[in-house]
Structures are given as structure tokens and as C-alpha cells.
């Protein structure tokens, strides 16, 4: 048998086996879901879960084979790709290397794989000030959270000095800037933990990040997802599917009842399919804050009587209200840039410059120590932006390079509002991509707030510092009016923090829309619920990475305690087998849907495999409990799924 008609055999069987129904149907696999992932599907070993992921394998540990050429020398053992290295943080996003992991339909760079964003990002662990959560409804306040934030410590290392000797570098720009930031009265201070700093005029430190206690890149899948999924990519669990390059295109409901999902459409290898649902089933969406409402947008979940703001051509009817779907917010940046001509060295470094970098990526290899165990941000401070701030409300990050510099003594420090009220709804265009939104500083009161901030640190801190100025800024750094002037001519840093686009929502009615902070049951449906930064209101006083695998991990526990319920209220006589939303021991430790063009399973993953046979694992084992499906039935679509693989591996095998 020649390779086509071979592969289009594998294809088929593997289409077949795909034909069952599941207990839960995850769109994507990012920071957030896959961790509440992790949690159901080792809580539930006799549930059968799908996953659809837009990207693939990322980091080694789950089948990434993406390696940096500093690694060809190496054993295979000891190479990592480019995720794993968190220096390579600046040279993917926004990169010609990380292209292949964009996802093409929204406005800005967003990645796919699996792990999403936490994956791209400089996870930057900051858990956010108190007042922030206790504005969130039950159960996501700090006391909900307090022990889900010291679990997450618990499961990876949080340092600011994450080379496994110990030493901080490219500390300079920090020591150098310190003698004005105390003189400004900030405080060098813990700023992984927010809370006990919301009284201080400001505060400041290298970055507290997230690693594997070994110098590389840590997060979800170093504490969660290695439990479920193998270094070959695909799960370690019989009751666990995964397809990669998976595109979701829309939600399928019911058309009997409108408010029931019963499945979702999505293409993969250039093949149209469905998959669906168990009659007591549910769809987990993860897709991330641009990507998540957009797909609920092209399954007619949305505001109703605003299809015309969000579509430019053939309009999808929103036949499942909710009002509050769309609402983006970001943070917003505006940079510029200094430059020391002091007596002290100024370390920088260009990441992307390996022929520069010869020594710094020696000490990587052989021994995960220097600047590539950092990603990128050497100096983050908190401050209030006026005196008659509340608490600080901008942060300013340095990094340790600064745009087309030749001096070597220059650095670009970035100031960032933390809770901007800029705020839009999103919408598409024709094509059905995202268009740029109006959130950065689009109110007078963001405008307002980001130019007290800039003015406040050239007086009050750059003057501070001697040998310090700034070379690219204000041209008059004591006018107000100058600093407004720079900030309408430099333009503002898209942060891609979005957030607000799926709220968690306080009611007990259909009508207040959002999502239902217990179950995380989107409103208007019955049985899809939202798990990633969409659920965050509005935008967090921090960086986010810390509160978005708390999402996850909170979610995890309330989606377990779901499921025990329903298993509980319709299976009399029979125990569940997980207990109330607690976190799997074995988790790693230290109307009929409209006709829509398609949609990314998710703006939180990307890969090198396509949704081939690799992408596709071994076959679910269904549950009857909860879903009103006879037993003798669902035992039946369980043997004929996963006939239908070993029928494929027996018939590939004799060509």
C-alpha cells in the first residue's frame, strides 16, 4: 500500500474513533485550562475527555522539539528547546522564530501550544493585592484564594534569582536606579505577594519569576500537565484524547433546547469534523481572552442586539444572551529610554545575539546558570502615580537593552498602568479576525494617570541617580504638558494582559450575563463554562501569569465539585471518586448552531504537529454517570473507538 492511500486509511480510522461521545470537550490547553485540566482528568479515570488544541507540543518535557542551535552539540539528553530557555522569552513573541506559533485571527501576537501564554510570556509571579480579589464575587476572593496561591508555591519555584548558582544578573540597571527609587521613598520589597505592600508609596525589586527549580522555564507543565501528558506529546491516560491543530470553528447546540451545547466543529489535517457530547456532557473553554469570546461569538452567544458592532458582514444572530461577552481590557505601556555614563558597569544584553552571546549560552548549557535563566525584565517597581493615589497604581519595568542602542549603558524602562478603565468592545472584521480595539488610554483619566507617572519619575527619581538621563523621552521633563506631548507622539505598548471579556458575574438570573462564579457555567447556556483570563473583570493591579494558573487551579476544584454533585444527585449506591475540590495526589509537586467561518481552538497554544495520528491518543473510556446514557450503550462506543485504533495499528502494520 503506497503512503497516501495508507495515511488516508489512519485518517479514517482515527475520524471514527474520534465519532464517540465525551464527558467534557476542552477548547485548548493553555495556562489556565490546562491545569484544570490535570485536575479532572486525574480526579475522573472513568470519565473520557477530549481535548482540541490549536497548536502543539512546546516545552521538551510534553514533545517539543523546537532546539536552539547552541544545543546541536549536545546529547539529546541534555538539549531543550527554545520554551524551556527562559532567555529566548524576547525572541519569540513578535519574532520571525515564533511565527509558527501565532495565531493568525487577532490583532496583536498571541501564542499557541501547549501550556498558551505561559509558554510566551516572562512569567512574572506577582499574587495580586487583596482589595483586588475581595472586589470578585464568592467564591474568588482572597480568603477562596489564599491557599490556592500557596499551592501554586508549592508546585514550582518562585525566585528572583533563578540560576542555579544563585547569583542575580544583569542586577546593575536595578542597583544603579535604587538610590532614587528610595529616594522617592519605595521600598526594596517581596513583590511576588502584592497584599502587604497596597500602604507603601511604592516598591521595587528584580523579578520574582517562575522556574523549574533548575534554571529553565517553569508553570503549568512543569507542575501540572507532565502528569497527563508524556514526553512524546500524548497522553499518559486511557480516558484522555488530544488533538493538535485543531481549529475550532464553533460551538453545536441543541436545537430543541437552544441553551444546550451538544458538541463542538473543528477542523483538523484539512478535514471537517464533530465532536461530541455525552448526553450530561460539557464543553471547558480555554482559548484565552481575545480567543474565547470570539468563538462564543461565532456559536450566536453574545450581546444580543449589538451583532451589527460586532460583525462587519453576515452577522451571526446572538441567540443566547449575554451582555457582558466581549468587554476587553489591557494593560497599556509607554516606554523610554535611559542611559548611565556612571563609574558602574551596565551589563545589557541582546538575547537574540548568539554570536555575541558565546559565553552567557555556555553557561546555559552546561550548567543552567547566567542571564538565559532570566527573562528578560531585570527591574520592576510599583508606585502611585499622584499624590492623591489610593495605592500604587503604575508599575514602570526596566529592560536590560534598549532599542537600536550602541552604548551598551542604555536600557528601555516601560511604564504600565495597572488598572486602566480604557475599555471596548471586541469586534471583527469580514474575515472574522479580531480588529484592534480602543482600550489604550482612551479616557482622559488614563491619559491623565500615565503622565503624573512619567512626570513623578523624571523628578522625583531620575534626578536622584547621579550619571543617569534619559535619552528618549519628554523634551522638557518638568512641564506636565511636555510629558503629554511625548505621550501622544510615542504611542502606547499593547501588554496583551487582556482580560474582562468573559466576567465572572454576581447574580441569580440568566439576565446579568457573564459567567456564574461557582460553576463557571457561561450564562445562556447550560453546559459550557469559561476557564482562562476572560473570567478576570477587568484588568489585574499585577502581572498576570500568577492569578491566571490560580483561575486554572480554582476552576479545577469547582469543575470537580460539579461533577461529584451531578454524580452524586443520578448515580444512587454509587461513591464518586474524587474528593471535593482537592488536587489530585498525583499532580506534580515542587438552537442548532449557526453556519460560521472558523475559529482557533486557542489563543493559548502552536506546534510543530499538525492533527495527525500523532495528535491523536488512546481511546476515551466512558462514564455513564450524570449523562442518562445507557450503559450497555456507552460500553459499546467505547469498544468501537478503540476497535476502531487497533483496527488502524493492525491494517497499517500488514502495509
Not at 472584521?429 to 500615565?450: A, V
Request: negative net charge.
Amino acid at each position: 500500500m503506497n503512503s497516501i492511500k495508507r495515511a488516508s486509511l489512519a485518517l479514517f480510522l482515527i475520524q471514527l474513533a474520534l465519532s464517540q461521545p465525551y464527558d467534557a470537550i476542552f477548547v485548548g490547553m493553555g495556562t489556565a485550562n490546562s491545569i484544570a485540566l490535570t485536575k479532572m482528568v486525574t480526579s475522573f479515570p472513568q470519565k473520557s475527555f477530549l481535548v482540541l488544541e490549536m497548536g502543539g507540543p512546546t516545552t521538551k518535557s510534553v514533545g517539543g522539539t523546537n532546539i536552539p542551535s547552541y544545543f546541536e552539540s549536545q546529547s539529546a539528553a541534555n538539549q531543550e528547546t527554545i520554551f524551556d530557555v527562559p532567555g529566548e522569552y524576547q525572541n519569540i513573541a513578535f519574532q520571525p522564530q515564533g511565527e509558527p506559533y501565532k495565531i493568525p485571527q487577532t490583532f496583536t501576537w498571541q501564542g499557541m501550544g501547549y501550556g498558551g501564554n505561559s509558554q510566551f510570556n516572562g512569567m512574572l509571579f506577582m499574587s495580586p493585592p487583596s482589595r483586588y480579589l475581595d472586589a470578585l464575587p464568592s467564591p474568588w476572593k482572597s480568603s477562596n484564594l489564599s491557599a490556592v496561591f500557596t499551592d501554586l508555591r508549592s508546585r514550582m519555584t518562585v525566585t528572583k534569582t533563578p540560576s542555579t548558582d544563585g547569583k542575580n544578573y544583569l542586577n546593575e540597571i536595578t542597583n544603579i536606579m535604587a538610590p532614587g527609587m528610595d529616594g522617592a521613598n519605595w521600598q526594596r520589597s517581596d513583590t511576588s505577594d502584592l497584599s502587604p505592600l497596597e500602604t507603601l508609596q511604592g516598591y521595587y525589586n528584580e523579578p520574582y519569576v517562575v522556574t523549574d527549580g533548575n534554571g529553565m522555564r517553569g508553570g503549568p507543565i512543569t507542575a501540572y500537565l507532565t502528569s497527563i501528558i508524556g514526553t512524546d506529546g500524548k497522553p499518559k491516560s486511557s480516558n484522555l484524547q488530544v488533538v493538535a491543530g485543531a481549529t475550532v470553528s464553533s460551538i453545536v447546540f441543541d436545537a430543541q433546547d437552544p441553551t444546550k451545547a451538544t458538541g463542538v466543529q473543528y477542523t483538523a489535517g484539512g478535514s471537517q469534523q464533530t465532536a461530541t457530547l455525552n448526553a450530561g456532557g460539557r464543553i471547558i473553554v480555554g482559548a484565552g481572552a481575545l480567543m474565547t469570546p470570539r468563538l462564543l461569538y461565532l456559536s450566536g452567544v453574545g450581546p444580543t442586539g449589538k451583532e451589527s458592532e460586532v460583525f462587519a458582514s453576515n452577522p451571526v444572530t446572538f441567540a443566547r444572551n449575554n451582555q457582558k461577552v466581549g468587554t476587553v481590557f489591557d494593560h497599556v505601556g509607554v516606554p523610554i529610554v535611559l542611559e548611565y555614563d556612571g563609574t558602574t558597569t551596565v551589563d545589557t544584553i541582546n538575547y537574540g545575539d548568539y554570536p555575541s552571546n558565546t559565553e552567557e549560552l555556555n553557561a546555559f548549557v552546561n550548567g543552567r546558570t547566567g542571564p538565559y535563566c532570566q527573562y528578560g525584565p531585570v527591574l520592576t517597581a510599583h508606585f502611585r502615580a499622584a499624590a492623591s493615589s489610593a495605592h500604587p497604581d503604575v508599575e514602570i519595568f526596566v529592560n536590560p537593552n534598549a532599542p537600536d542602542s550602541t552604548t551598551g549603558k542604555s536600557f528601555q524602562a516601560v511604564f504600565m498602568l495597572l488598572e486602566p478603565n480604557s475599555n471596548d468592545l471586541l469586534s471583527m472584521d469580514g474575515n472574522s479576525n479580531l480588529k484592534f480595539p480602543g482600550i489604550y488610554l482612551s479616557t482622559t483619566q488614563d491619559k491623565d494617570q500615565m503622565a503624573n507617572a512619567i512626570y513623578t519619575f523624571l523628578n522625583e527619581v531620575v534626578p536622584k541617580v547621579p550619571g543617569l538621563k534619559v535619552t528618549q523621552g519628554p523634551a522638557d521633563a518638568t512641564s506636565l504638558d511636555s510629558v503629554k506631548a511625548y505621550i501622544d507622539n510615542i504611542g502606547t505598548f499593547i501588554m496583551n494582559h487582556f482580560t474582562g471579556t468573559v466576567p465572572l458575574t454576581e447574580g441569580n438570573t440568566e439576565d446579568a450575563g457573564g459567567v456564574e462564579p461557582s460553576t463557571l457555567r457561561v450564562r445562556g447556556t447550560s453546559n459550557v463554562h469559561v476557564v482562562d483570563a476572560s473570567l478576570l473583570p477587568n484588568s489585574i493591579p499585577a502581572h498576570p501569569v500568577a492569578m491566571v494558573m490560580a483561575l486554572g487551579s480554582k476552576a479545577g476544584d469547582l469543575l470537580v465539585d460539579l461533577l461529584n454533585s451531578e454524580a452524586a444527585g443520578s448515580a444512587t449506591g454509587v461513591e464518586s471518586v474524587a474528593s471535593s475540590g482537592s488536587a489530585d495526589p498525583n499532580i506534580n509537586s515542587n438552537s442548532a448552531s449557526p453556519t460560521v467561518s472558523e475559529s482557533p481552538a486557542s489563543s493559548n497554544s502552536a506546534s510543530e504537529n499538525p492533527a495527525s495520528s500523532d495528535g491523536v491518543v488512546n481511546p476515551p473510556i466512558n462514564s455513564d454517570a450524570g449523562s442518562g446514557v445507557n450503559r450497555q450503550q456507552q460500553n459499546s462506543a467505547v469498544t468501537n473507538g478503540f476497535s476502531m485504533i487497533v483496527v488502524a495499528s493492525i491494517l497499517l502494520s500488514l502495509f
